[in-house]
Every structure is written in C-alpha cells, then in structure tokens.
DNA sequence: TAGGCCATCTGGTCCT
DNA sequence: AGGACCAGATGGCCTA
C-alpha cells in the first residue's frame, strides 16, 4: 500500500476544528448571491477573491458560486434547476455551521464505507502486481474482466462439457452456493435480485 | 515538476 | 424535513 499520508488535513477542514468557518460566518454571506444570475460574477470575482483570499480554502465558496456546474452536473445530471448556488437566507450561521458539520461527517462515513467495499473487492480479486495497491478505477476493471472471465467458464461448463440434466443441476448449485453466500453477507438486496434472476432465467 | 490518485468540503438534488 | 447520493473544486502526497 502506498503510504500516502491521508492524515487530516487541518487547512481543508475549515470550521471542523477551532477555526471559524470564514465564508459561512461572513455577515454578508447570508444574502443571496445575484449577482451570478446575469453570468458575469465570473470578472466581478476575480477581480477581488484572489486579494481576499486568506489560507485555508474561504475563498472556495466564491470558486464554486461561478456556477461551474452548469454545465455538468448541475445542468445535465439531475436536470436541476440550473445549478444556481444560492445561500440560506436567514438561518442562523452557528446552526447551518453544526447542520455542515454533521453533514460533513456523514459524508466521510460514507465515503469509509464506499473506500470498505474497494478493499473488499481488491482482496476478491486476483491481479498480478500485489505489492501495489490497486487504484479504483484499476479495481473496478479488473473486477468487470474477472466476472467476466468467471461467467464464461461457468456458461462454457453448463453449456458445453456437461449433458443438458447434469449443466441444468450445476448451474441450480451454483446459484445456490452463491445465494448462500450472500445471505451470510447480508446482501438481502442482492439476494432477492439473484432469486429472480433465477426464476427469470427457469422460466425462460 | 507534472500528472495521477486521493480525501475532504460543499451545495444541489433525490428519496424516504 | 432530514439524510443519502452525487459531482465539482481544492489541495496534499507520491511517483516517474
């Protein structure tokens, strides 16, 4: 594994720790930003964040009210309402701030939990060089050609080695075999896709 | 030093 | 209404 170091960045935490979180606590933050509606808070922008900008990322709010999203997620992923970012007007910036926090720590819990599934999936699957940790988008690859290279050799034993009864029993047993499996892991989801996936595949 | 990878923050959107 | 999910932004660490 590559030691990289992941401590906790104190200076990408703003306001988690005893910092004050700068942009949220700006009194004039809680007016909404119009000005980005007629698309060029862009040069009003830039003319004065850099100058503002103190260490310890404040200025990223005003990065991100440009309304880069737009065109990516904001625009086309969820069809939103224009990806326009506009801020609380009147809540309370101490509680917004604790809404932040808990809502930050939520979202590293869960990002632990995907970052758990990727180690899980790494030791599930074979690859060559074990001294290196596997990337995720390395894992997920290797994770699609290993299924893939599974299903055909299942599909080749049930298919072509074994006569139509016996292919028929062994294709029931490993299904069977894999449905216990998953049910040992609490997949239940998962579970009751591969049952019907089962009957679907009997039926037809 | 540039580029890859990653953790984290953040606000919008969806879902329950 | 609140939490989950998502994706953009940012900066740190590491390697070639």
């Given at each position: 594994m590559k030691s990289k170091g992941k401590a906790v960045k104190s200076s990408m935490r703003p306001?988690?720790?005893?910092?004050?979180a700068p942009a949220l606590e700006?009194?004039?933050?809680?007016?909404?930003?119009?000005?980005?509606e007629a698309g060029t808070s862009s040069e009003q922008e830039e003319g004065d964040s850099e100058a503002s900008a103190p260490a310890g990322g404040s200025w990223r709010g005003s990065l991100r009210s440009k309304g880069r999203r737009n065109g990516a997620?904001?625009?086309?992923?969820?069809?939103?309402?224009?990806g326009r970012r506009r801020r609380q007007r009147g809540a309370p910036s101490t509680e917004r701030n604790v809404r932040r926090l808990e809502s930050n720590e939520r979202e590293r819990q869960r990002m632990h939990k995907l970052n758990n599934a990727f180690q899980a999936l790494r030791e599930s699957i074979p690859h060559i060089k074990t001294e290196k940790k596997l990337s995720k988008i390395e894992t997920l690859t290797l994770a699609k050609n290993y299924i893939k290279s599974l299903t055909t050799i299942i599909l080749g034993m049930t298919g072509a080695c074994l006569p139509d009864g016996q292919a028929q029993a062994e294709e029931a047993k490993l299904l069977q075999c894999y449905q216990k499996h998953l049910e040992e892991e609490g997949e239940e989801g998962l579970t009751q896709f591969l049952t019907h996936t089962h009957s679907f595949s009997q039926g037809s």
């Open positions: 306001w988690s720790d005893a910092s004050p700006d009194p004039e933050d809680t007016e909404v930003e119009e000005e980005e997620a904001g625009g086309e992923g969820r069809g939103g309402g224009g």
